[in-house]
């Protein structure tokens, strides 16, 4: 009769803990979305879309979504506020236009709401843009290339479903890039009719080691109907030296602490070469030191240790340094002298700055 008594008790007293945790574990009603992804599914640049989205409210109260905002002007929703009864729901308006995008193409609505819980929710929209005029790639990185290098052909690839409103002119005009046709085809895009242009591209090289960049302009019969496309079109010439990064920008406040930056020189073909001497030129008040270690971890590499100061102040506000430039010489035959640009701009609080000069008073 005692083990039925306790087994009875044990019993009873697993359920009351199991309903704590349970009741512990169990959300607290409040708001919550429909739904956290909206698939627009394949849509026409030219044509507008919008949904609602509902968001329900499962406690006794009423909230508000106190503001509703995008990651992009191209999907808009309703701003806000909007009130959510209790045990209800409120929904919003949402519009996509998917002008001058094409492909793939995900955007964030962010709600935000006064239920403490939930104080902020996202609902994810995605597409496929089957725009008007599909261009791939939108921007053509060539690569990087020793001097006098010519490049392998890139393509370039612009399908336009405008029946109306045919390519007038593809332009390149950097003499450094050859471009040709070599394909125009008509195809079948989503049941429409499209002409499919490939465009080839070769960089020709060059002596200078510079980046050389230029933009295909791509034109139409009907510029109202459809603007200008410029895809930017690079190629690289290096020396043996990799050196990054090629450029210092600093900002620095006036009467600021010491700054210290690194400057990475590597010999791609991993051949050893020295630094046989460096200069810096411009910006005195910087005092800018350049000290080259030897990286023992990676051939032929030296790190370059920059340091320097923030100056005195300035004139009030933002002005920007100028003329200042770090001029290494290596043992590179090709790369006897790099010259690294100082740039950037110092802060100068108006309580310390140097009030410009009073003009001067003549006693007659």
């Not at 900002?251 to 990475?264: S, Y």
Request: proline share 8%; hydrophobic share 40%; glycine share 6%.
């Amino acid at each position: 009769m005692k083990m039925l008594k306790l087994t009875s008790f044990f019993a009873v007293f697993v359920a009351a803990v199991l309903t704590a945790v349970v009741s512990a574990q169990a959300p607290t009603p409040g708001l919550r979305l429909e739904k956290t992804e909206h698939d627009w599914g394949r849509v026409k640049d030219e044509v507008p879309v919008e949904t609602m989205i509902k968001v329900f409210n499962d406690s006794d109260k009423e909230y508000t979504l106190t503001r509703i905002s995008s990651s992009c002007s191209c999907t808009t929703p309703e701003p806000g506020p909007i009130k959510v009864p209790a045990k209800g729901f409120g929904e919003f308006k949402v519009k996509y236009d998917a002008a001058l995008r094409q492909g793939d193409d995900t955007k964030t609505v962010t709600i935000e709401t006064d239920d403490p819980a939930n104080a902020k929710m996202a609902v994810k929209f995605k597409s496929f843009v089957n725009a008007r005029v599909m261009i791939e790639p939108r921007a053509l990185f060539m690569g990087e290339f020793n001097r006098e290098a010519k490049s392998p052909p890139s393509r370039v690839v612009i399908t336009n479903r405008m029946a109306d409103n045919p390519l007038h002119e593809i332009e390149l005009a950097d003499p450094h890039f050859d471009m040709r046709k070599v394909a125009t085809e008509e195809i079948m895009v989503d049941g429409e009719k499209a002409t499919r242009v490939t465009m080839e591209i070769v960089f020709k090289g060059d002596k200078q080691m510079l980046t050389f960049k230029d933009f295909m302009k791509i034109k139409f019969m009907d510029p109202t109907k459809m603007g200008q496309f410029n895809v930017p079109v690079i190629a690289v010439v290096v020396g043996d030296l990799r050196i990054v990064p090629d450029k210092l920008f600093l900002r620095l406040n006036a009467n600021g602490p010491a700054w210290t930056e690194k400057i990475l020189f590597q010999s791609r073909s991993k051949t050893d070469f020295k630094i046989l001497g460096i200069e810096v030129e411009g910006e005195p008040d910087l005092k800018i030191t350049v000290t080259p270690e030897v990286d023992t971890r990676m051939p032929a590499t030296y790190n370059l240790v920059v340091k320097g100061v923030s100056p005195g102040p300035r004139g009030p506000g933002v002005t920007q340094l100028s003329n200042c430039v770090i001029k290494i010489k290596t043992s590179v035959p090709i790369q006897p002298l790099i010259e690294i640009k100082v740039e950037g701009n110092v802060t100068t609080p108006a309580d310390i700055a140097i009030k410009p000069a009073a003009p001067a008073t003549s006693n007659k």
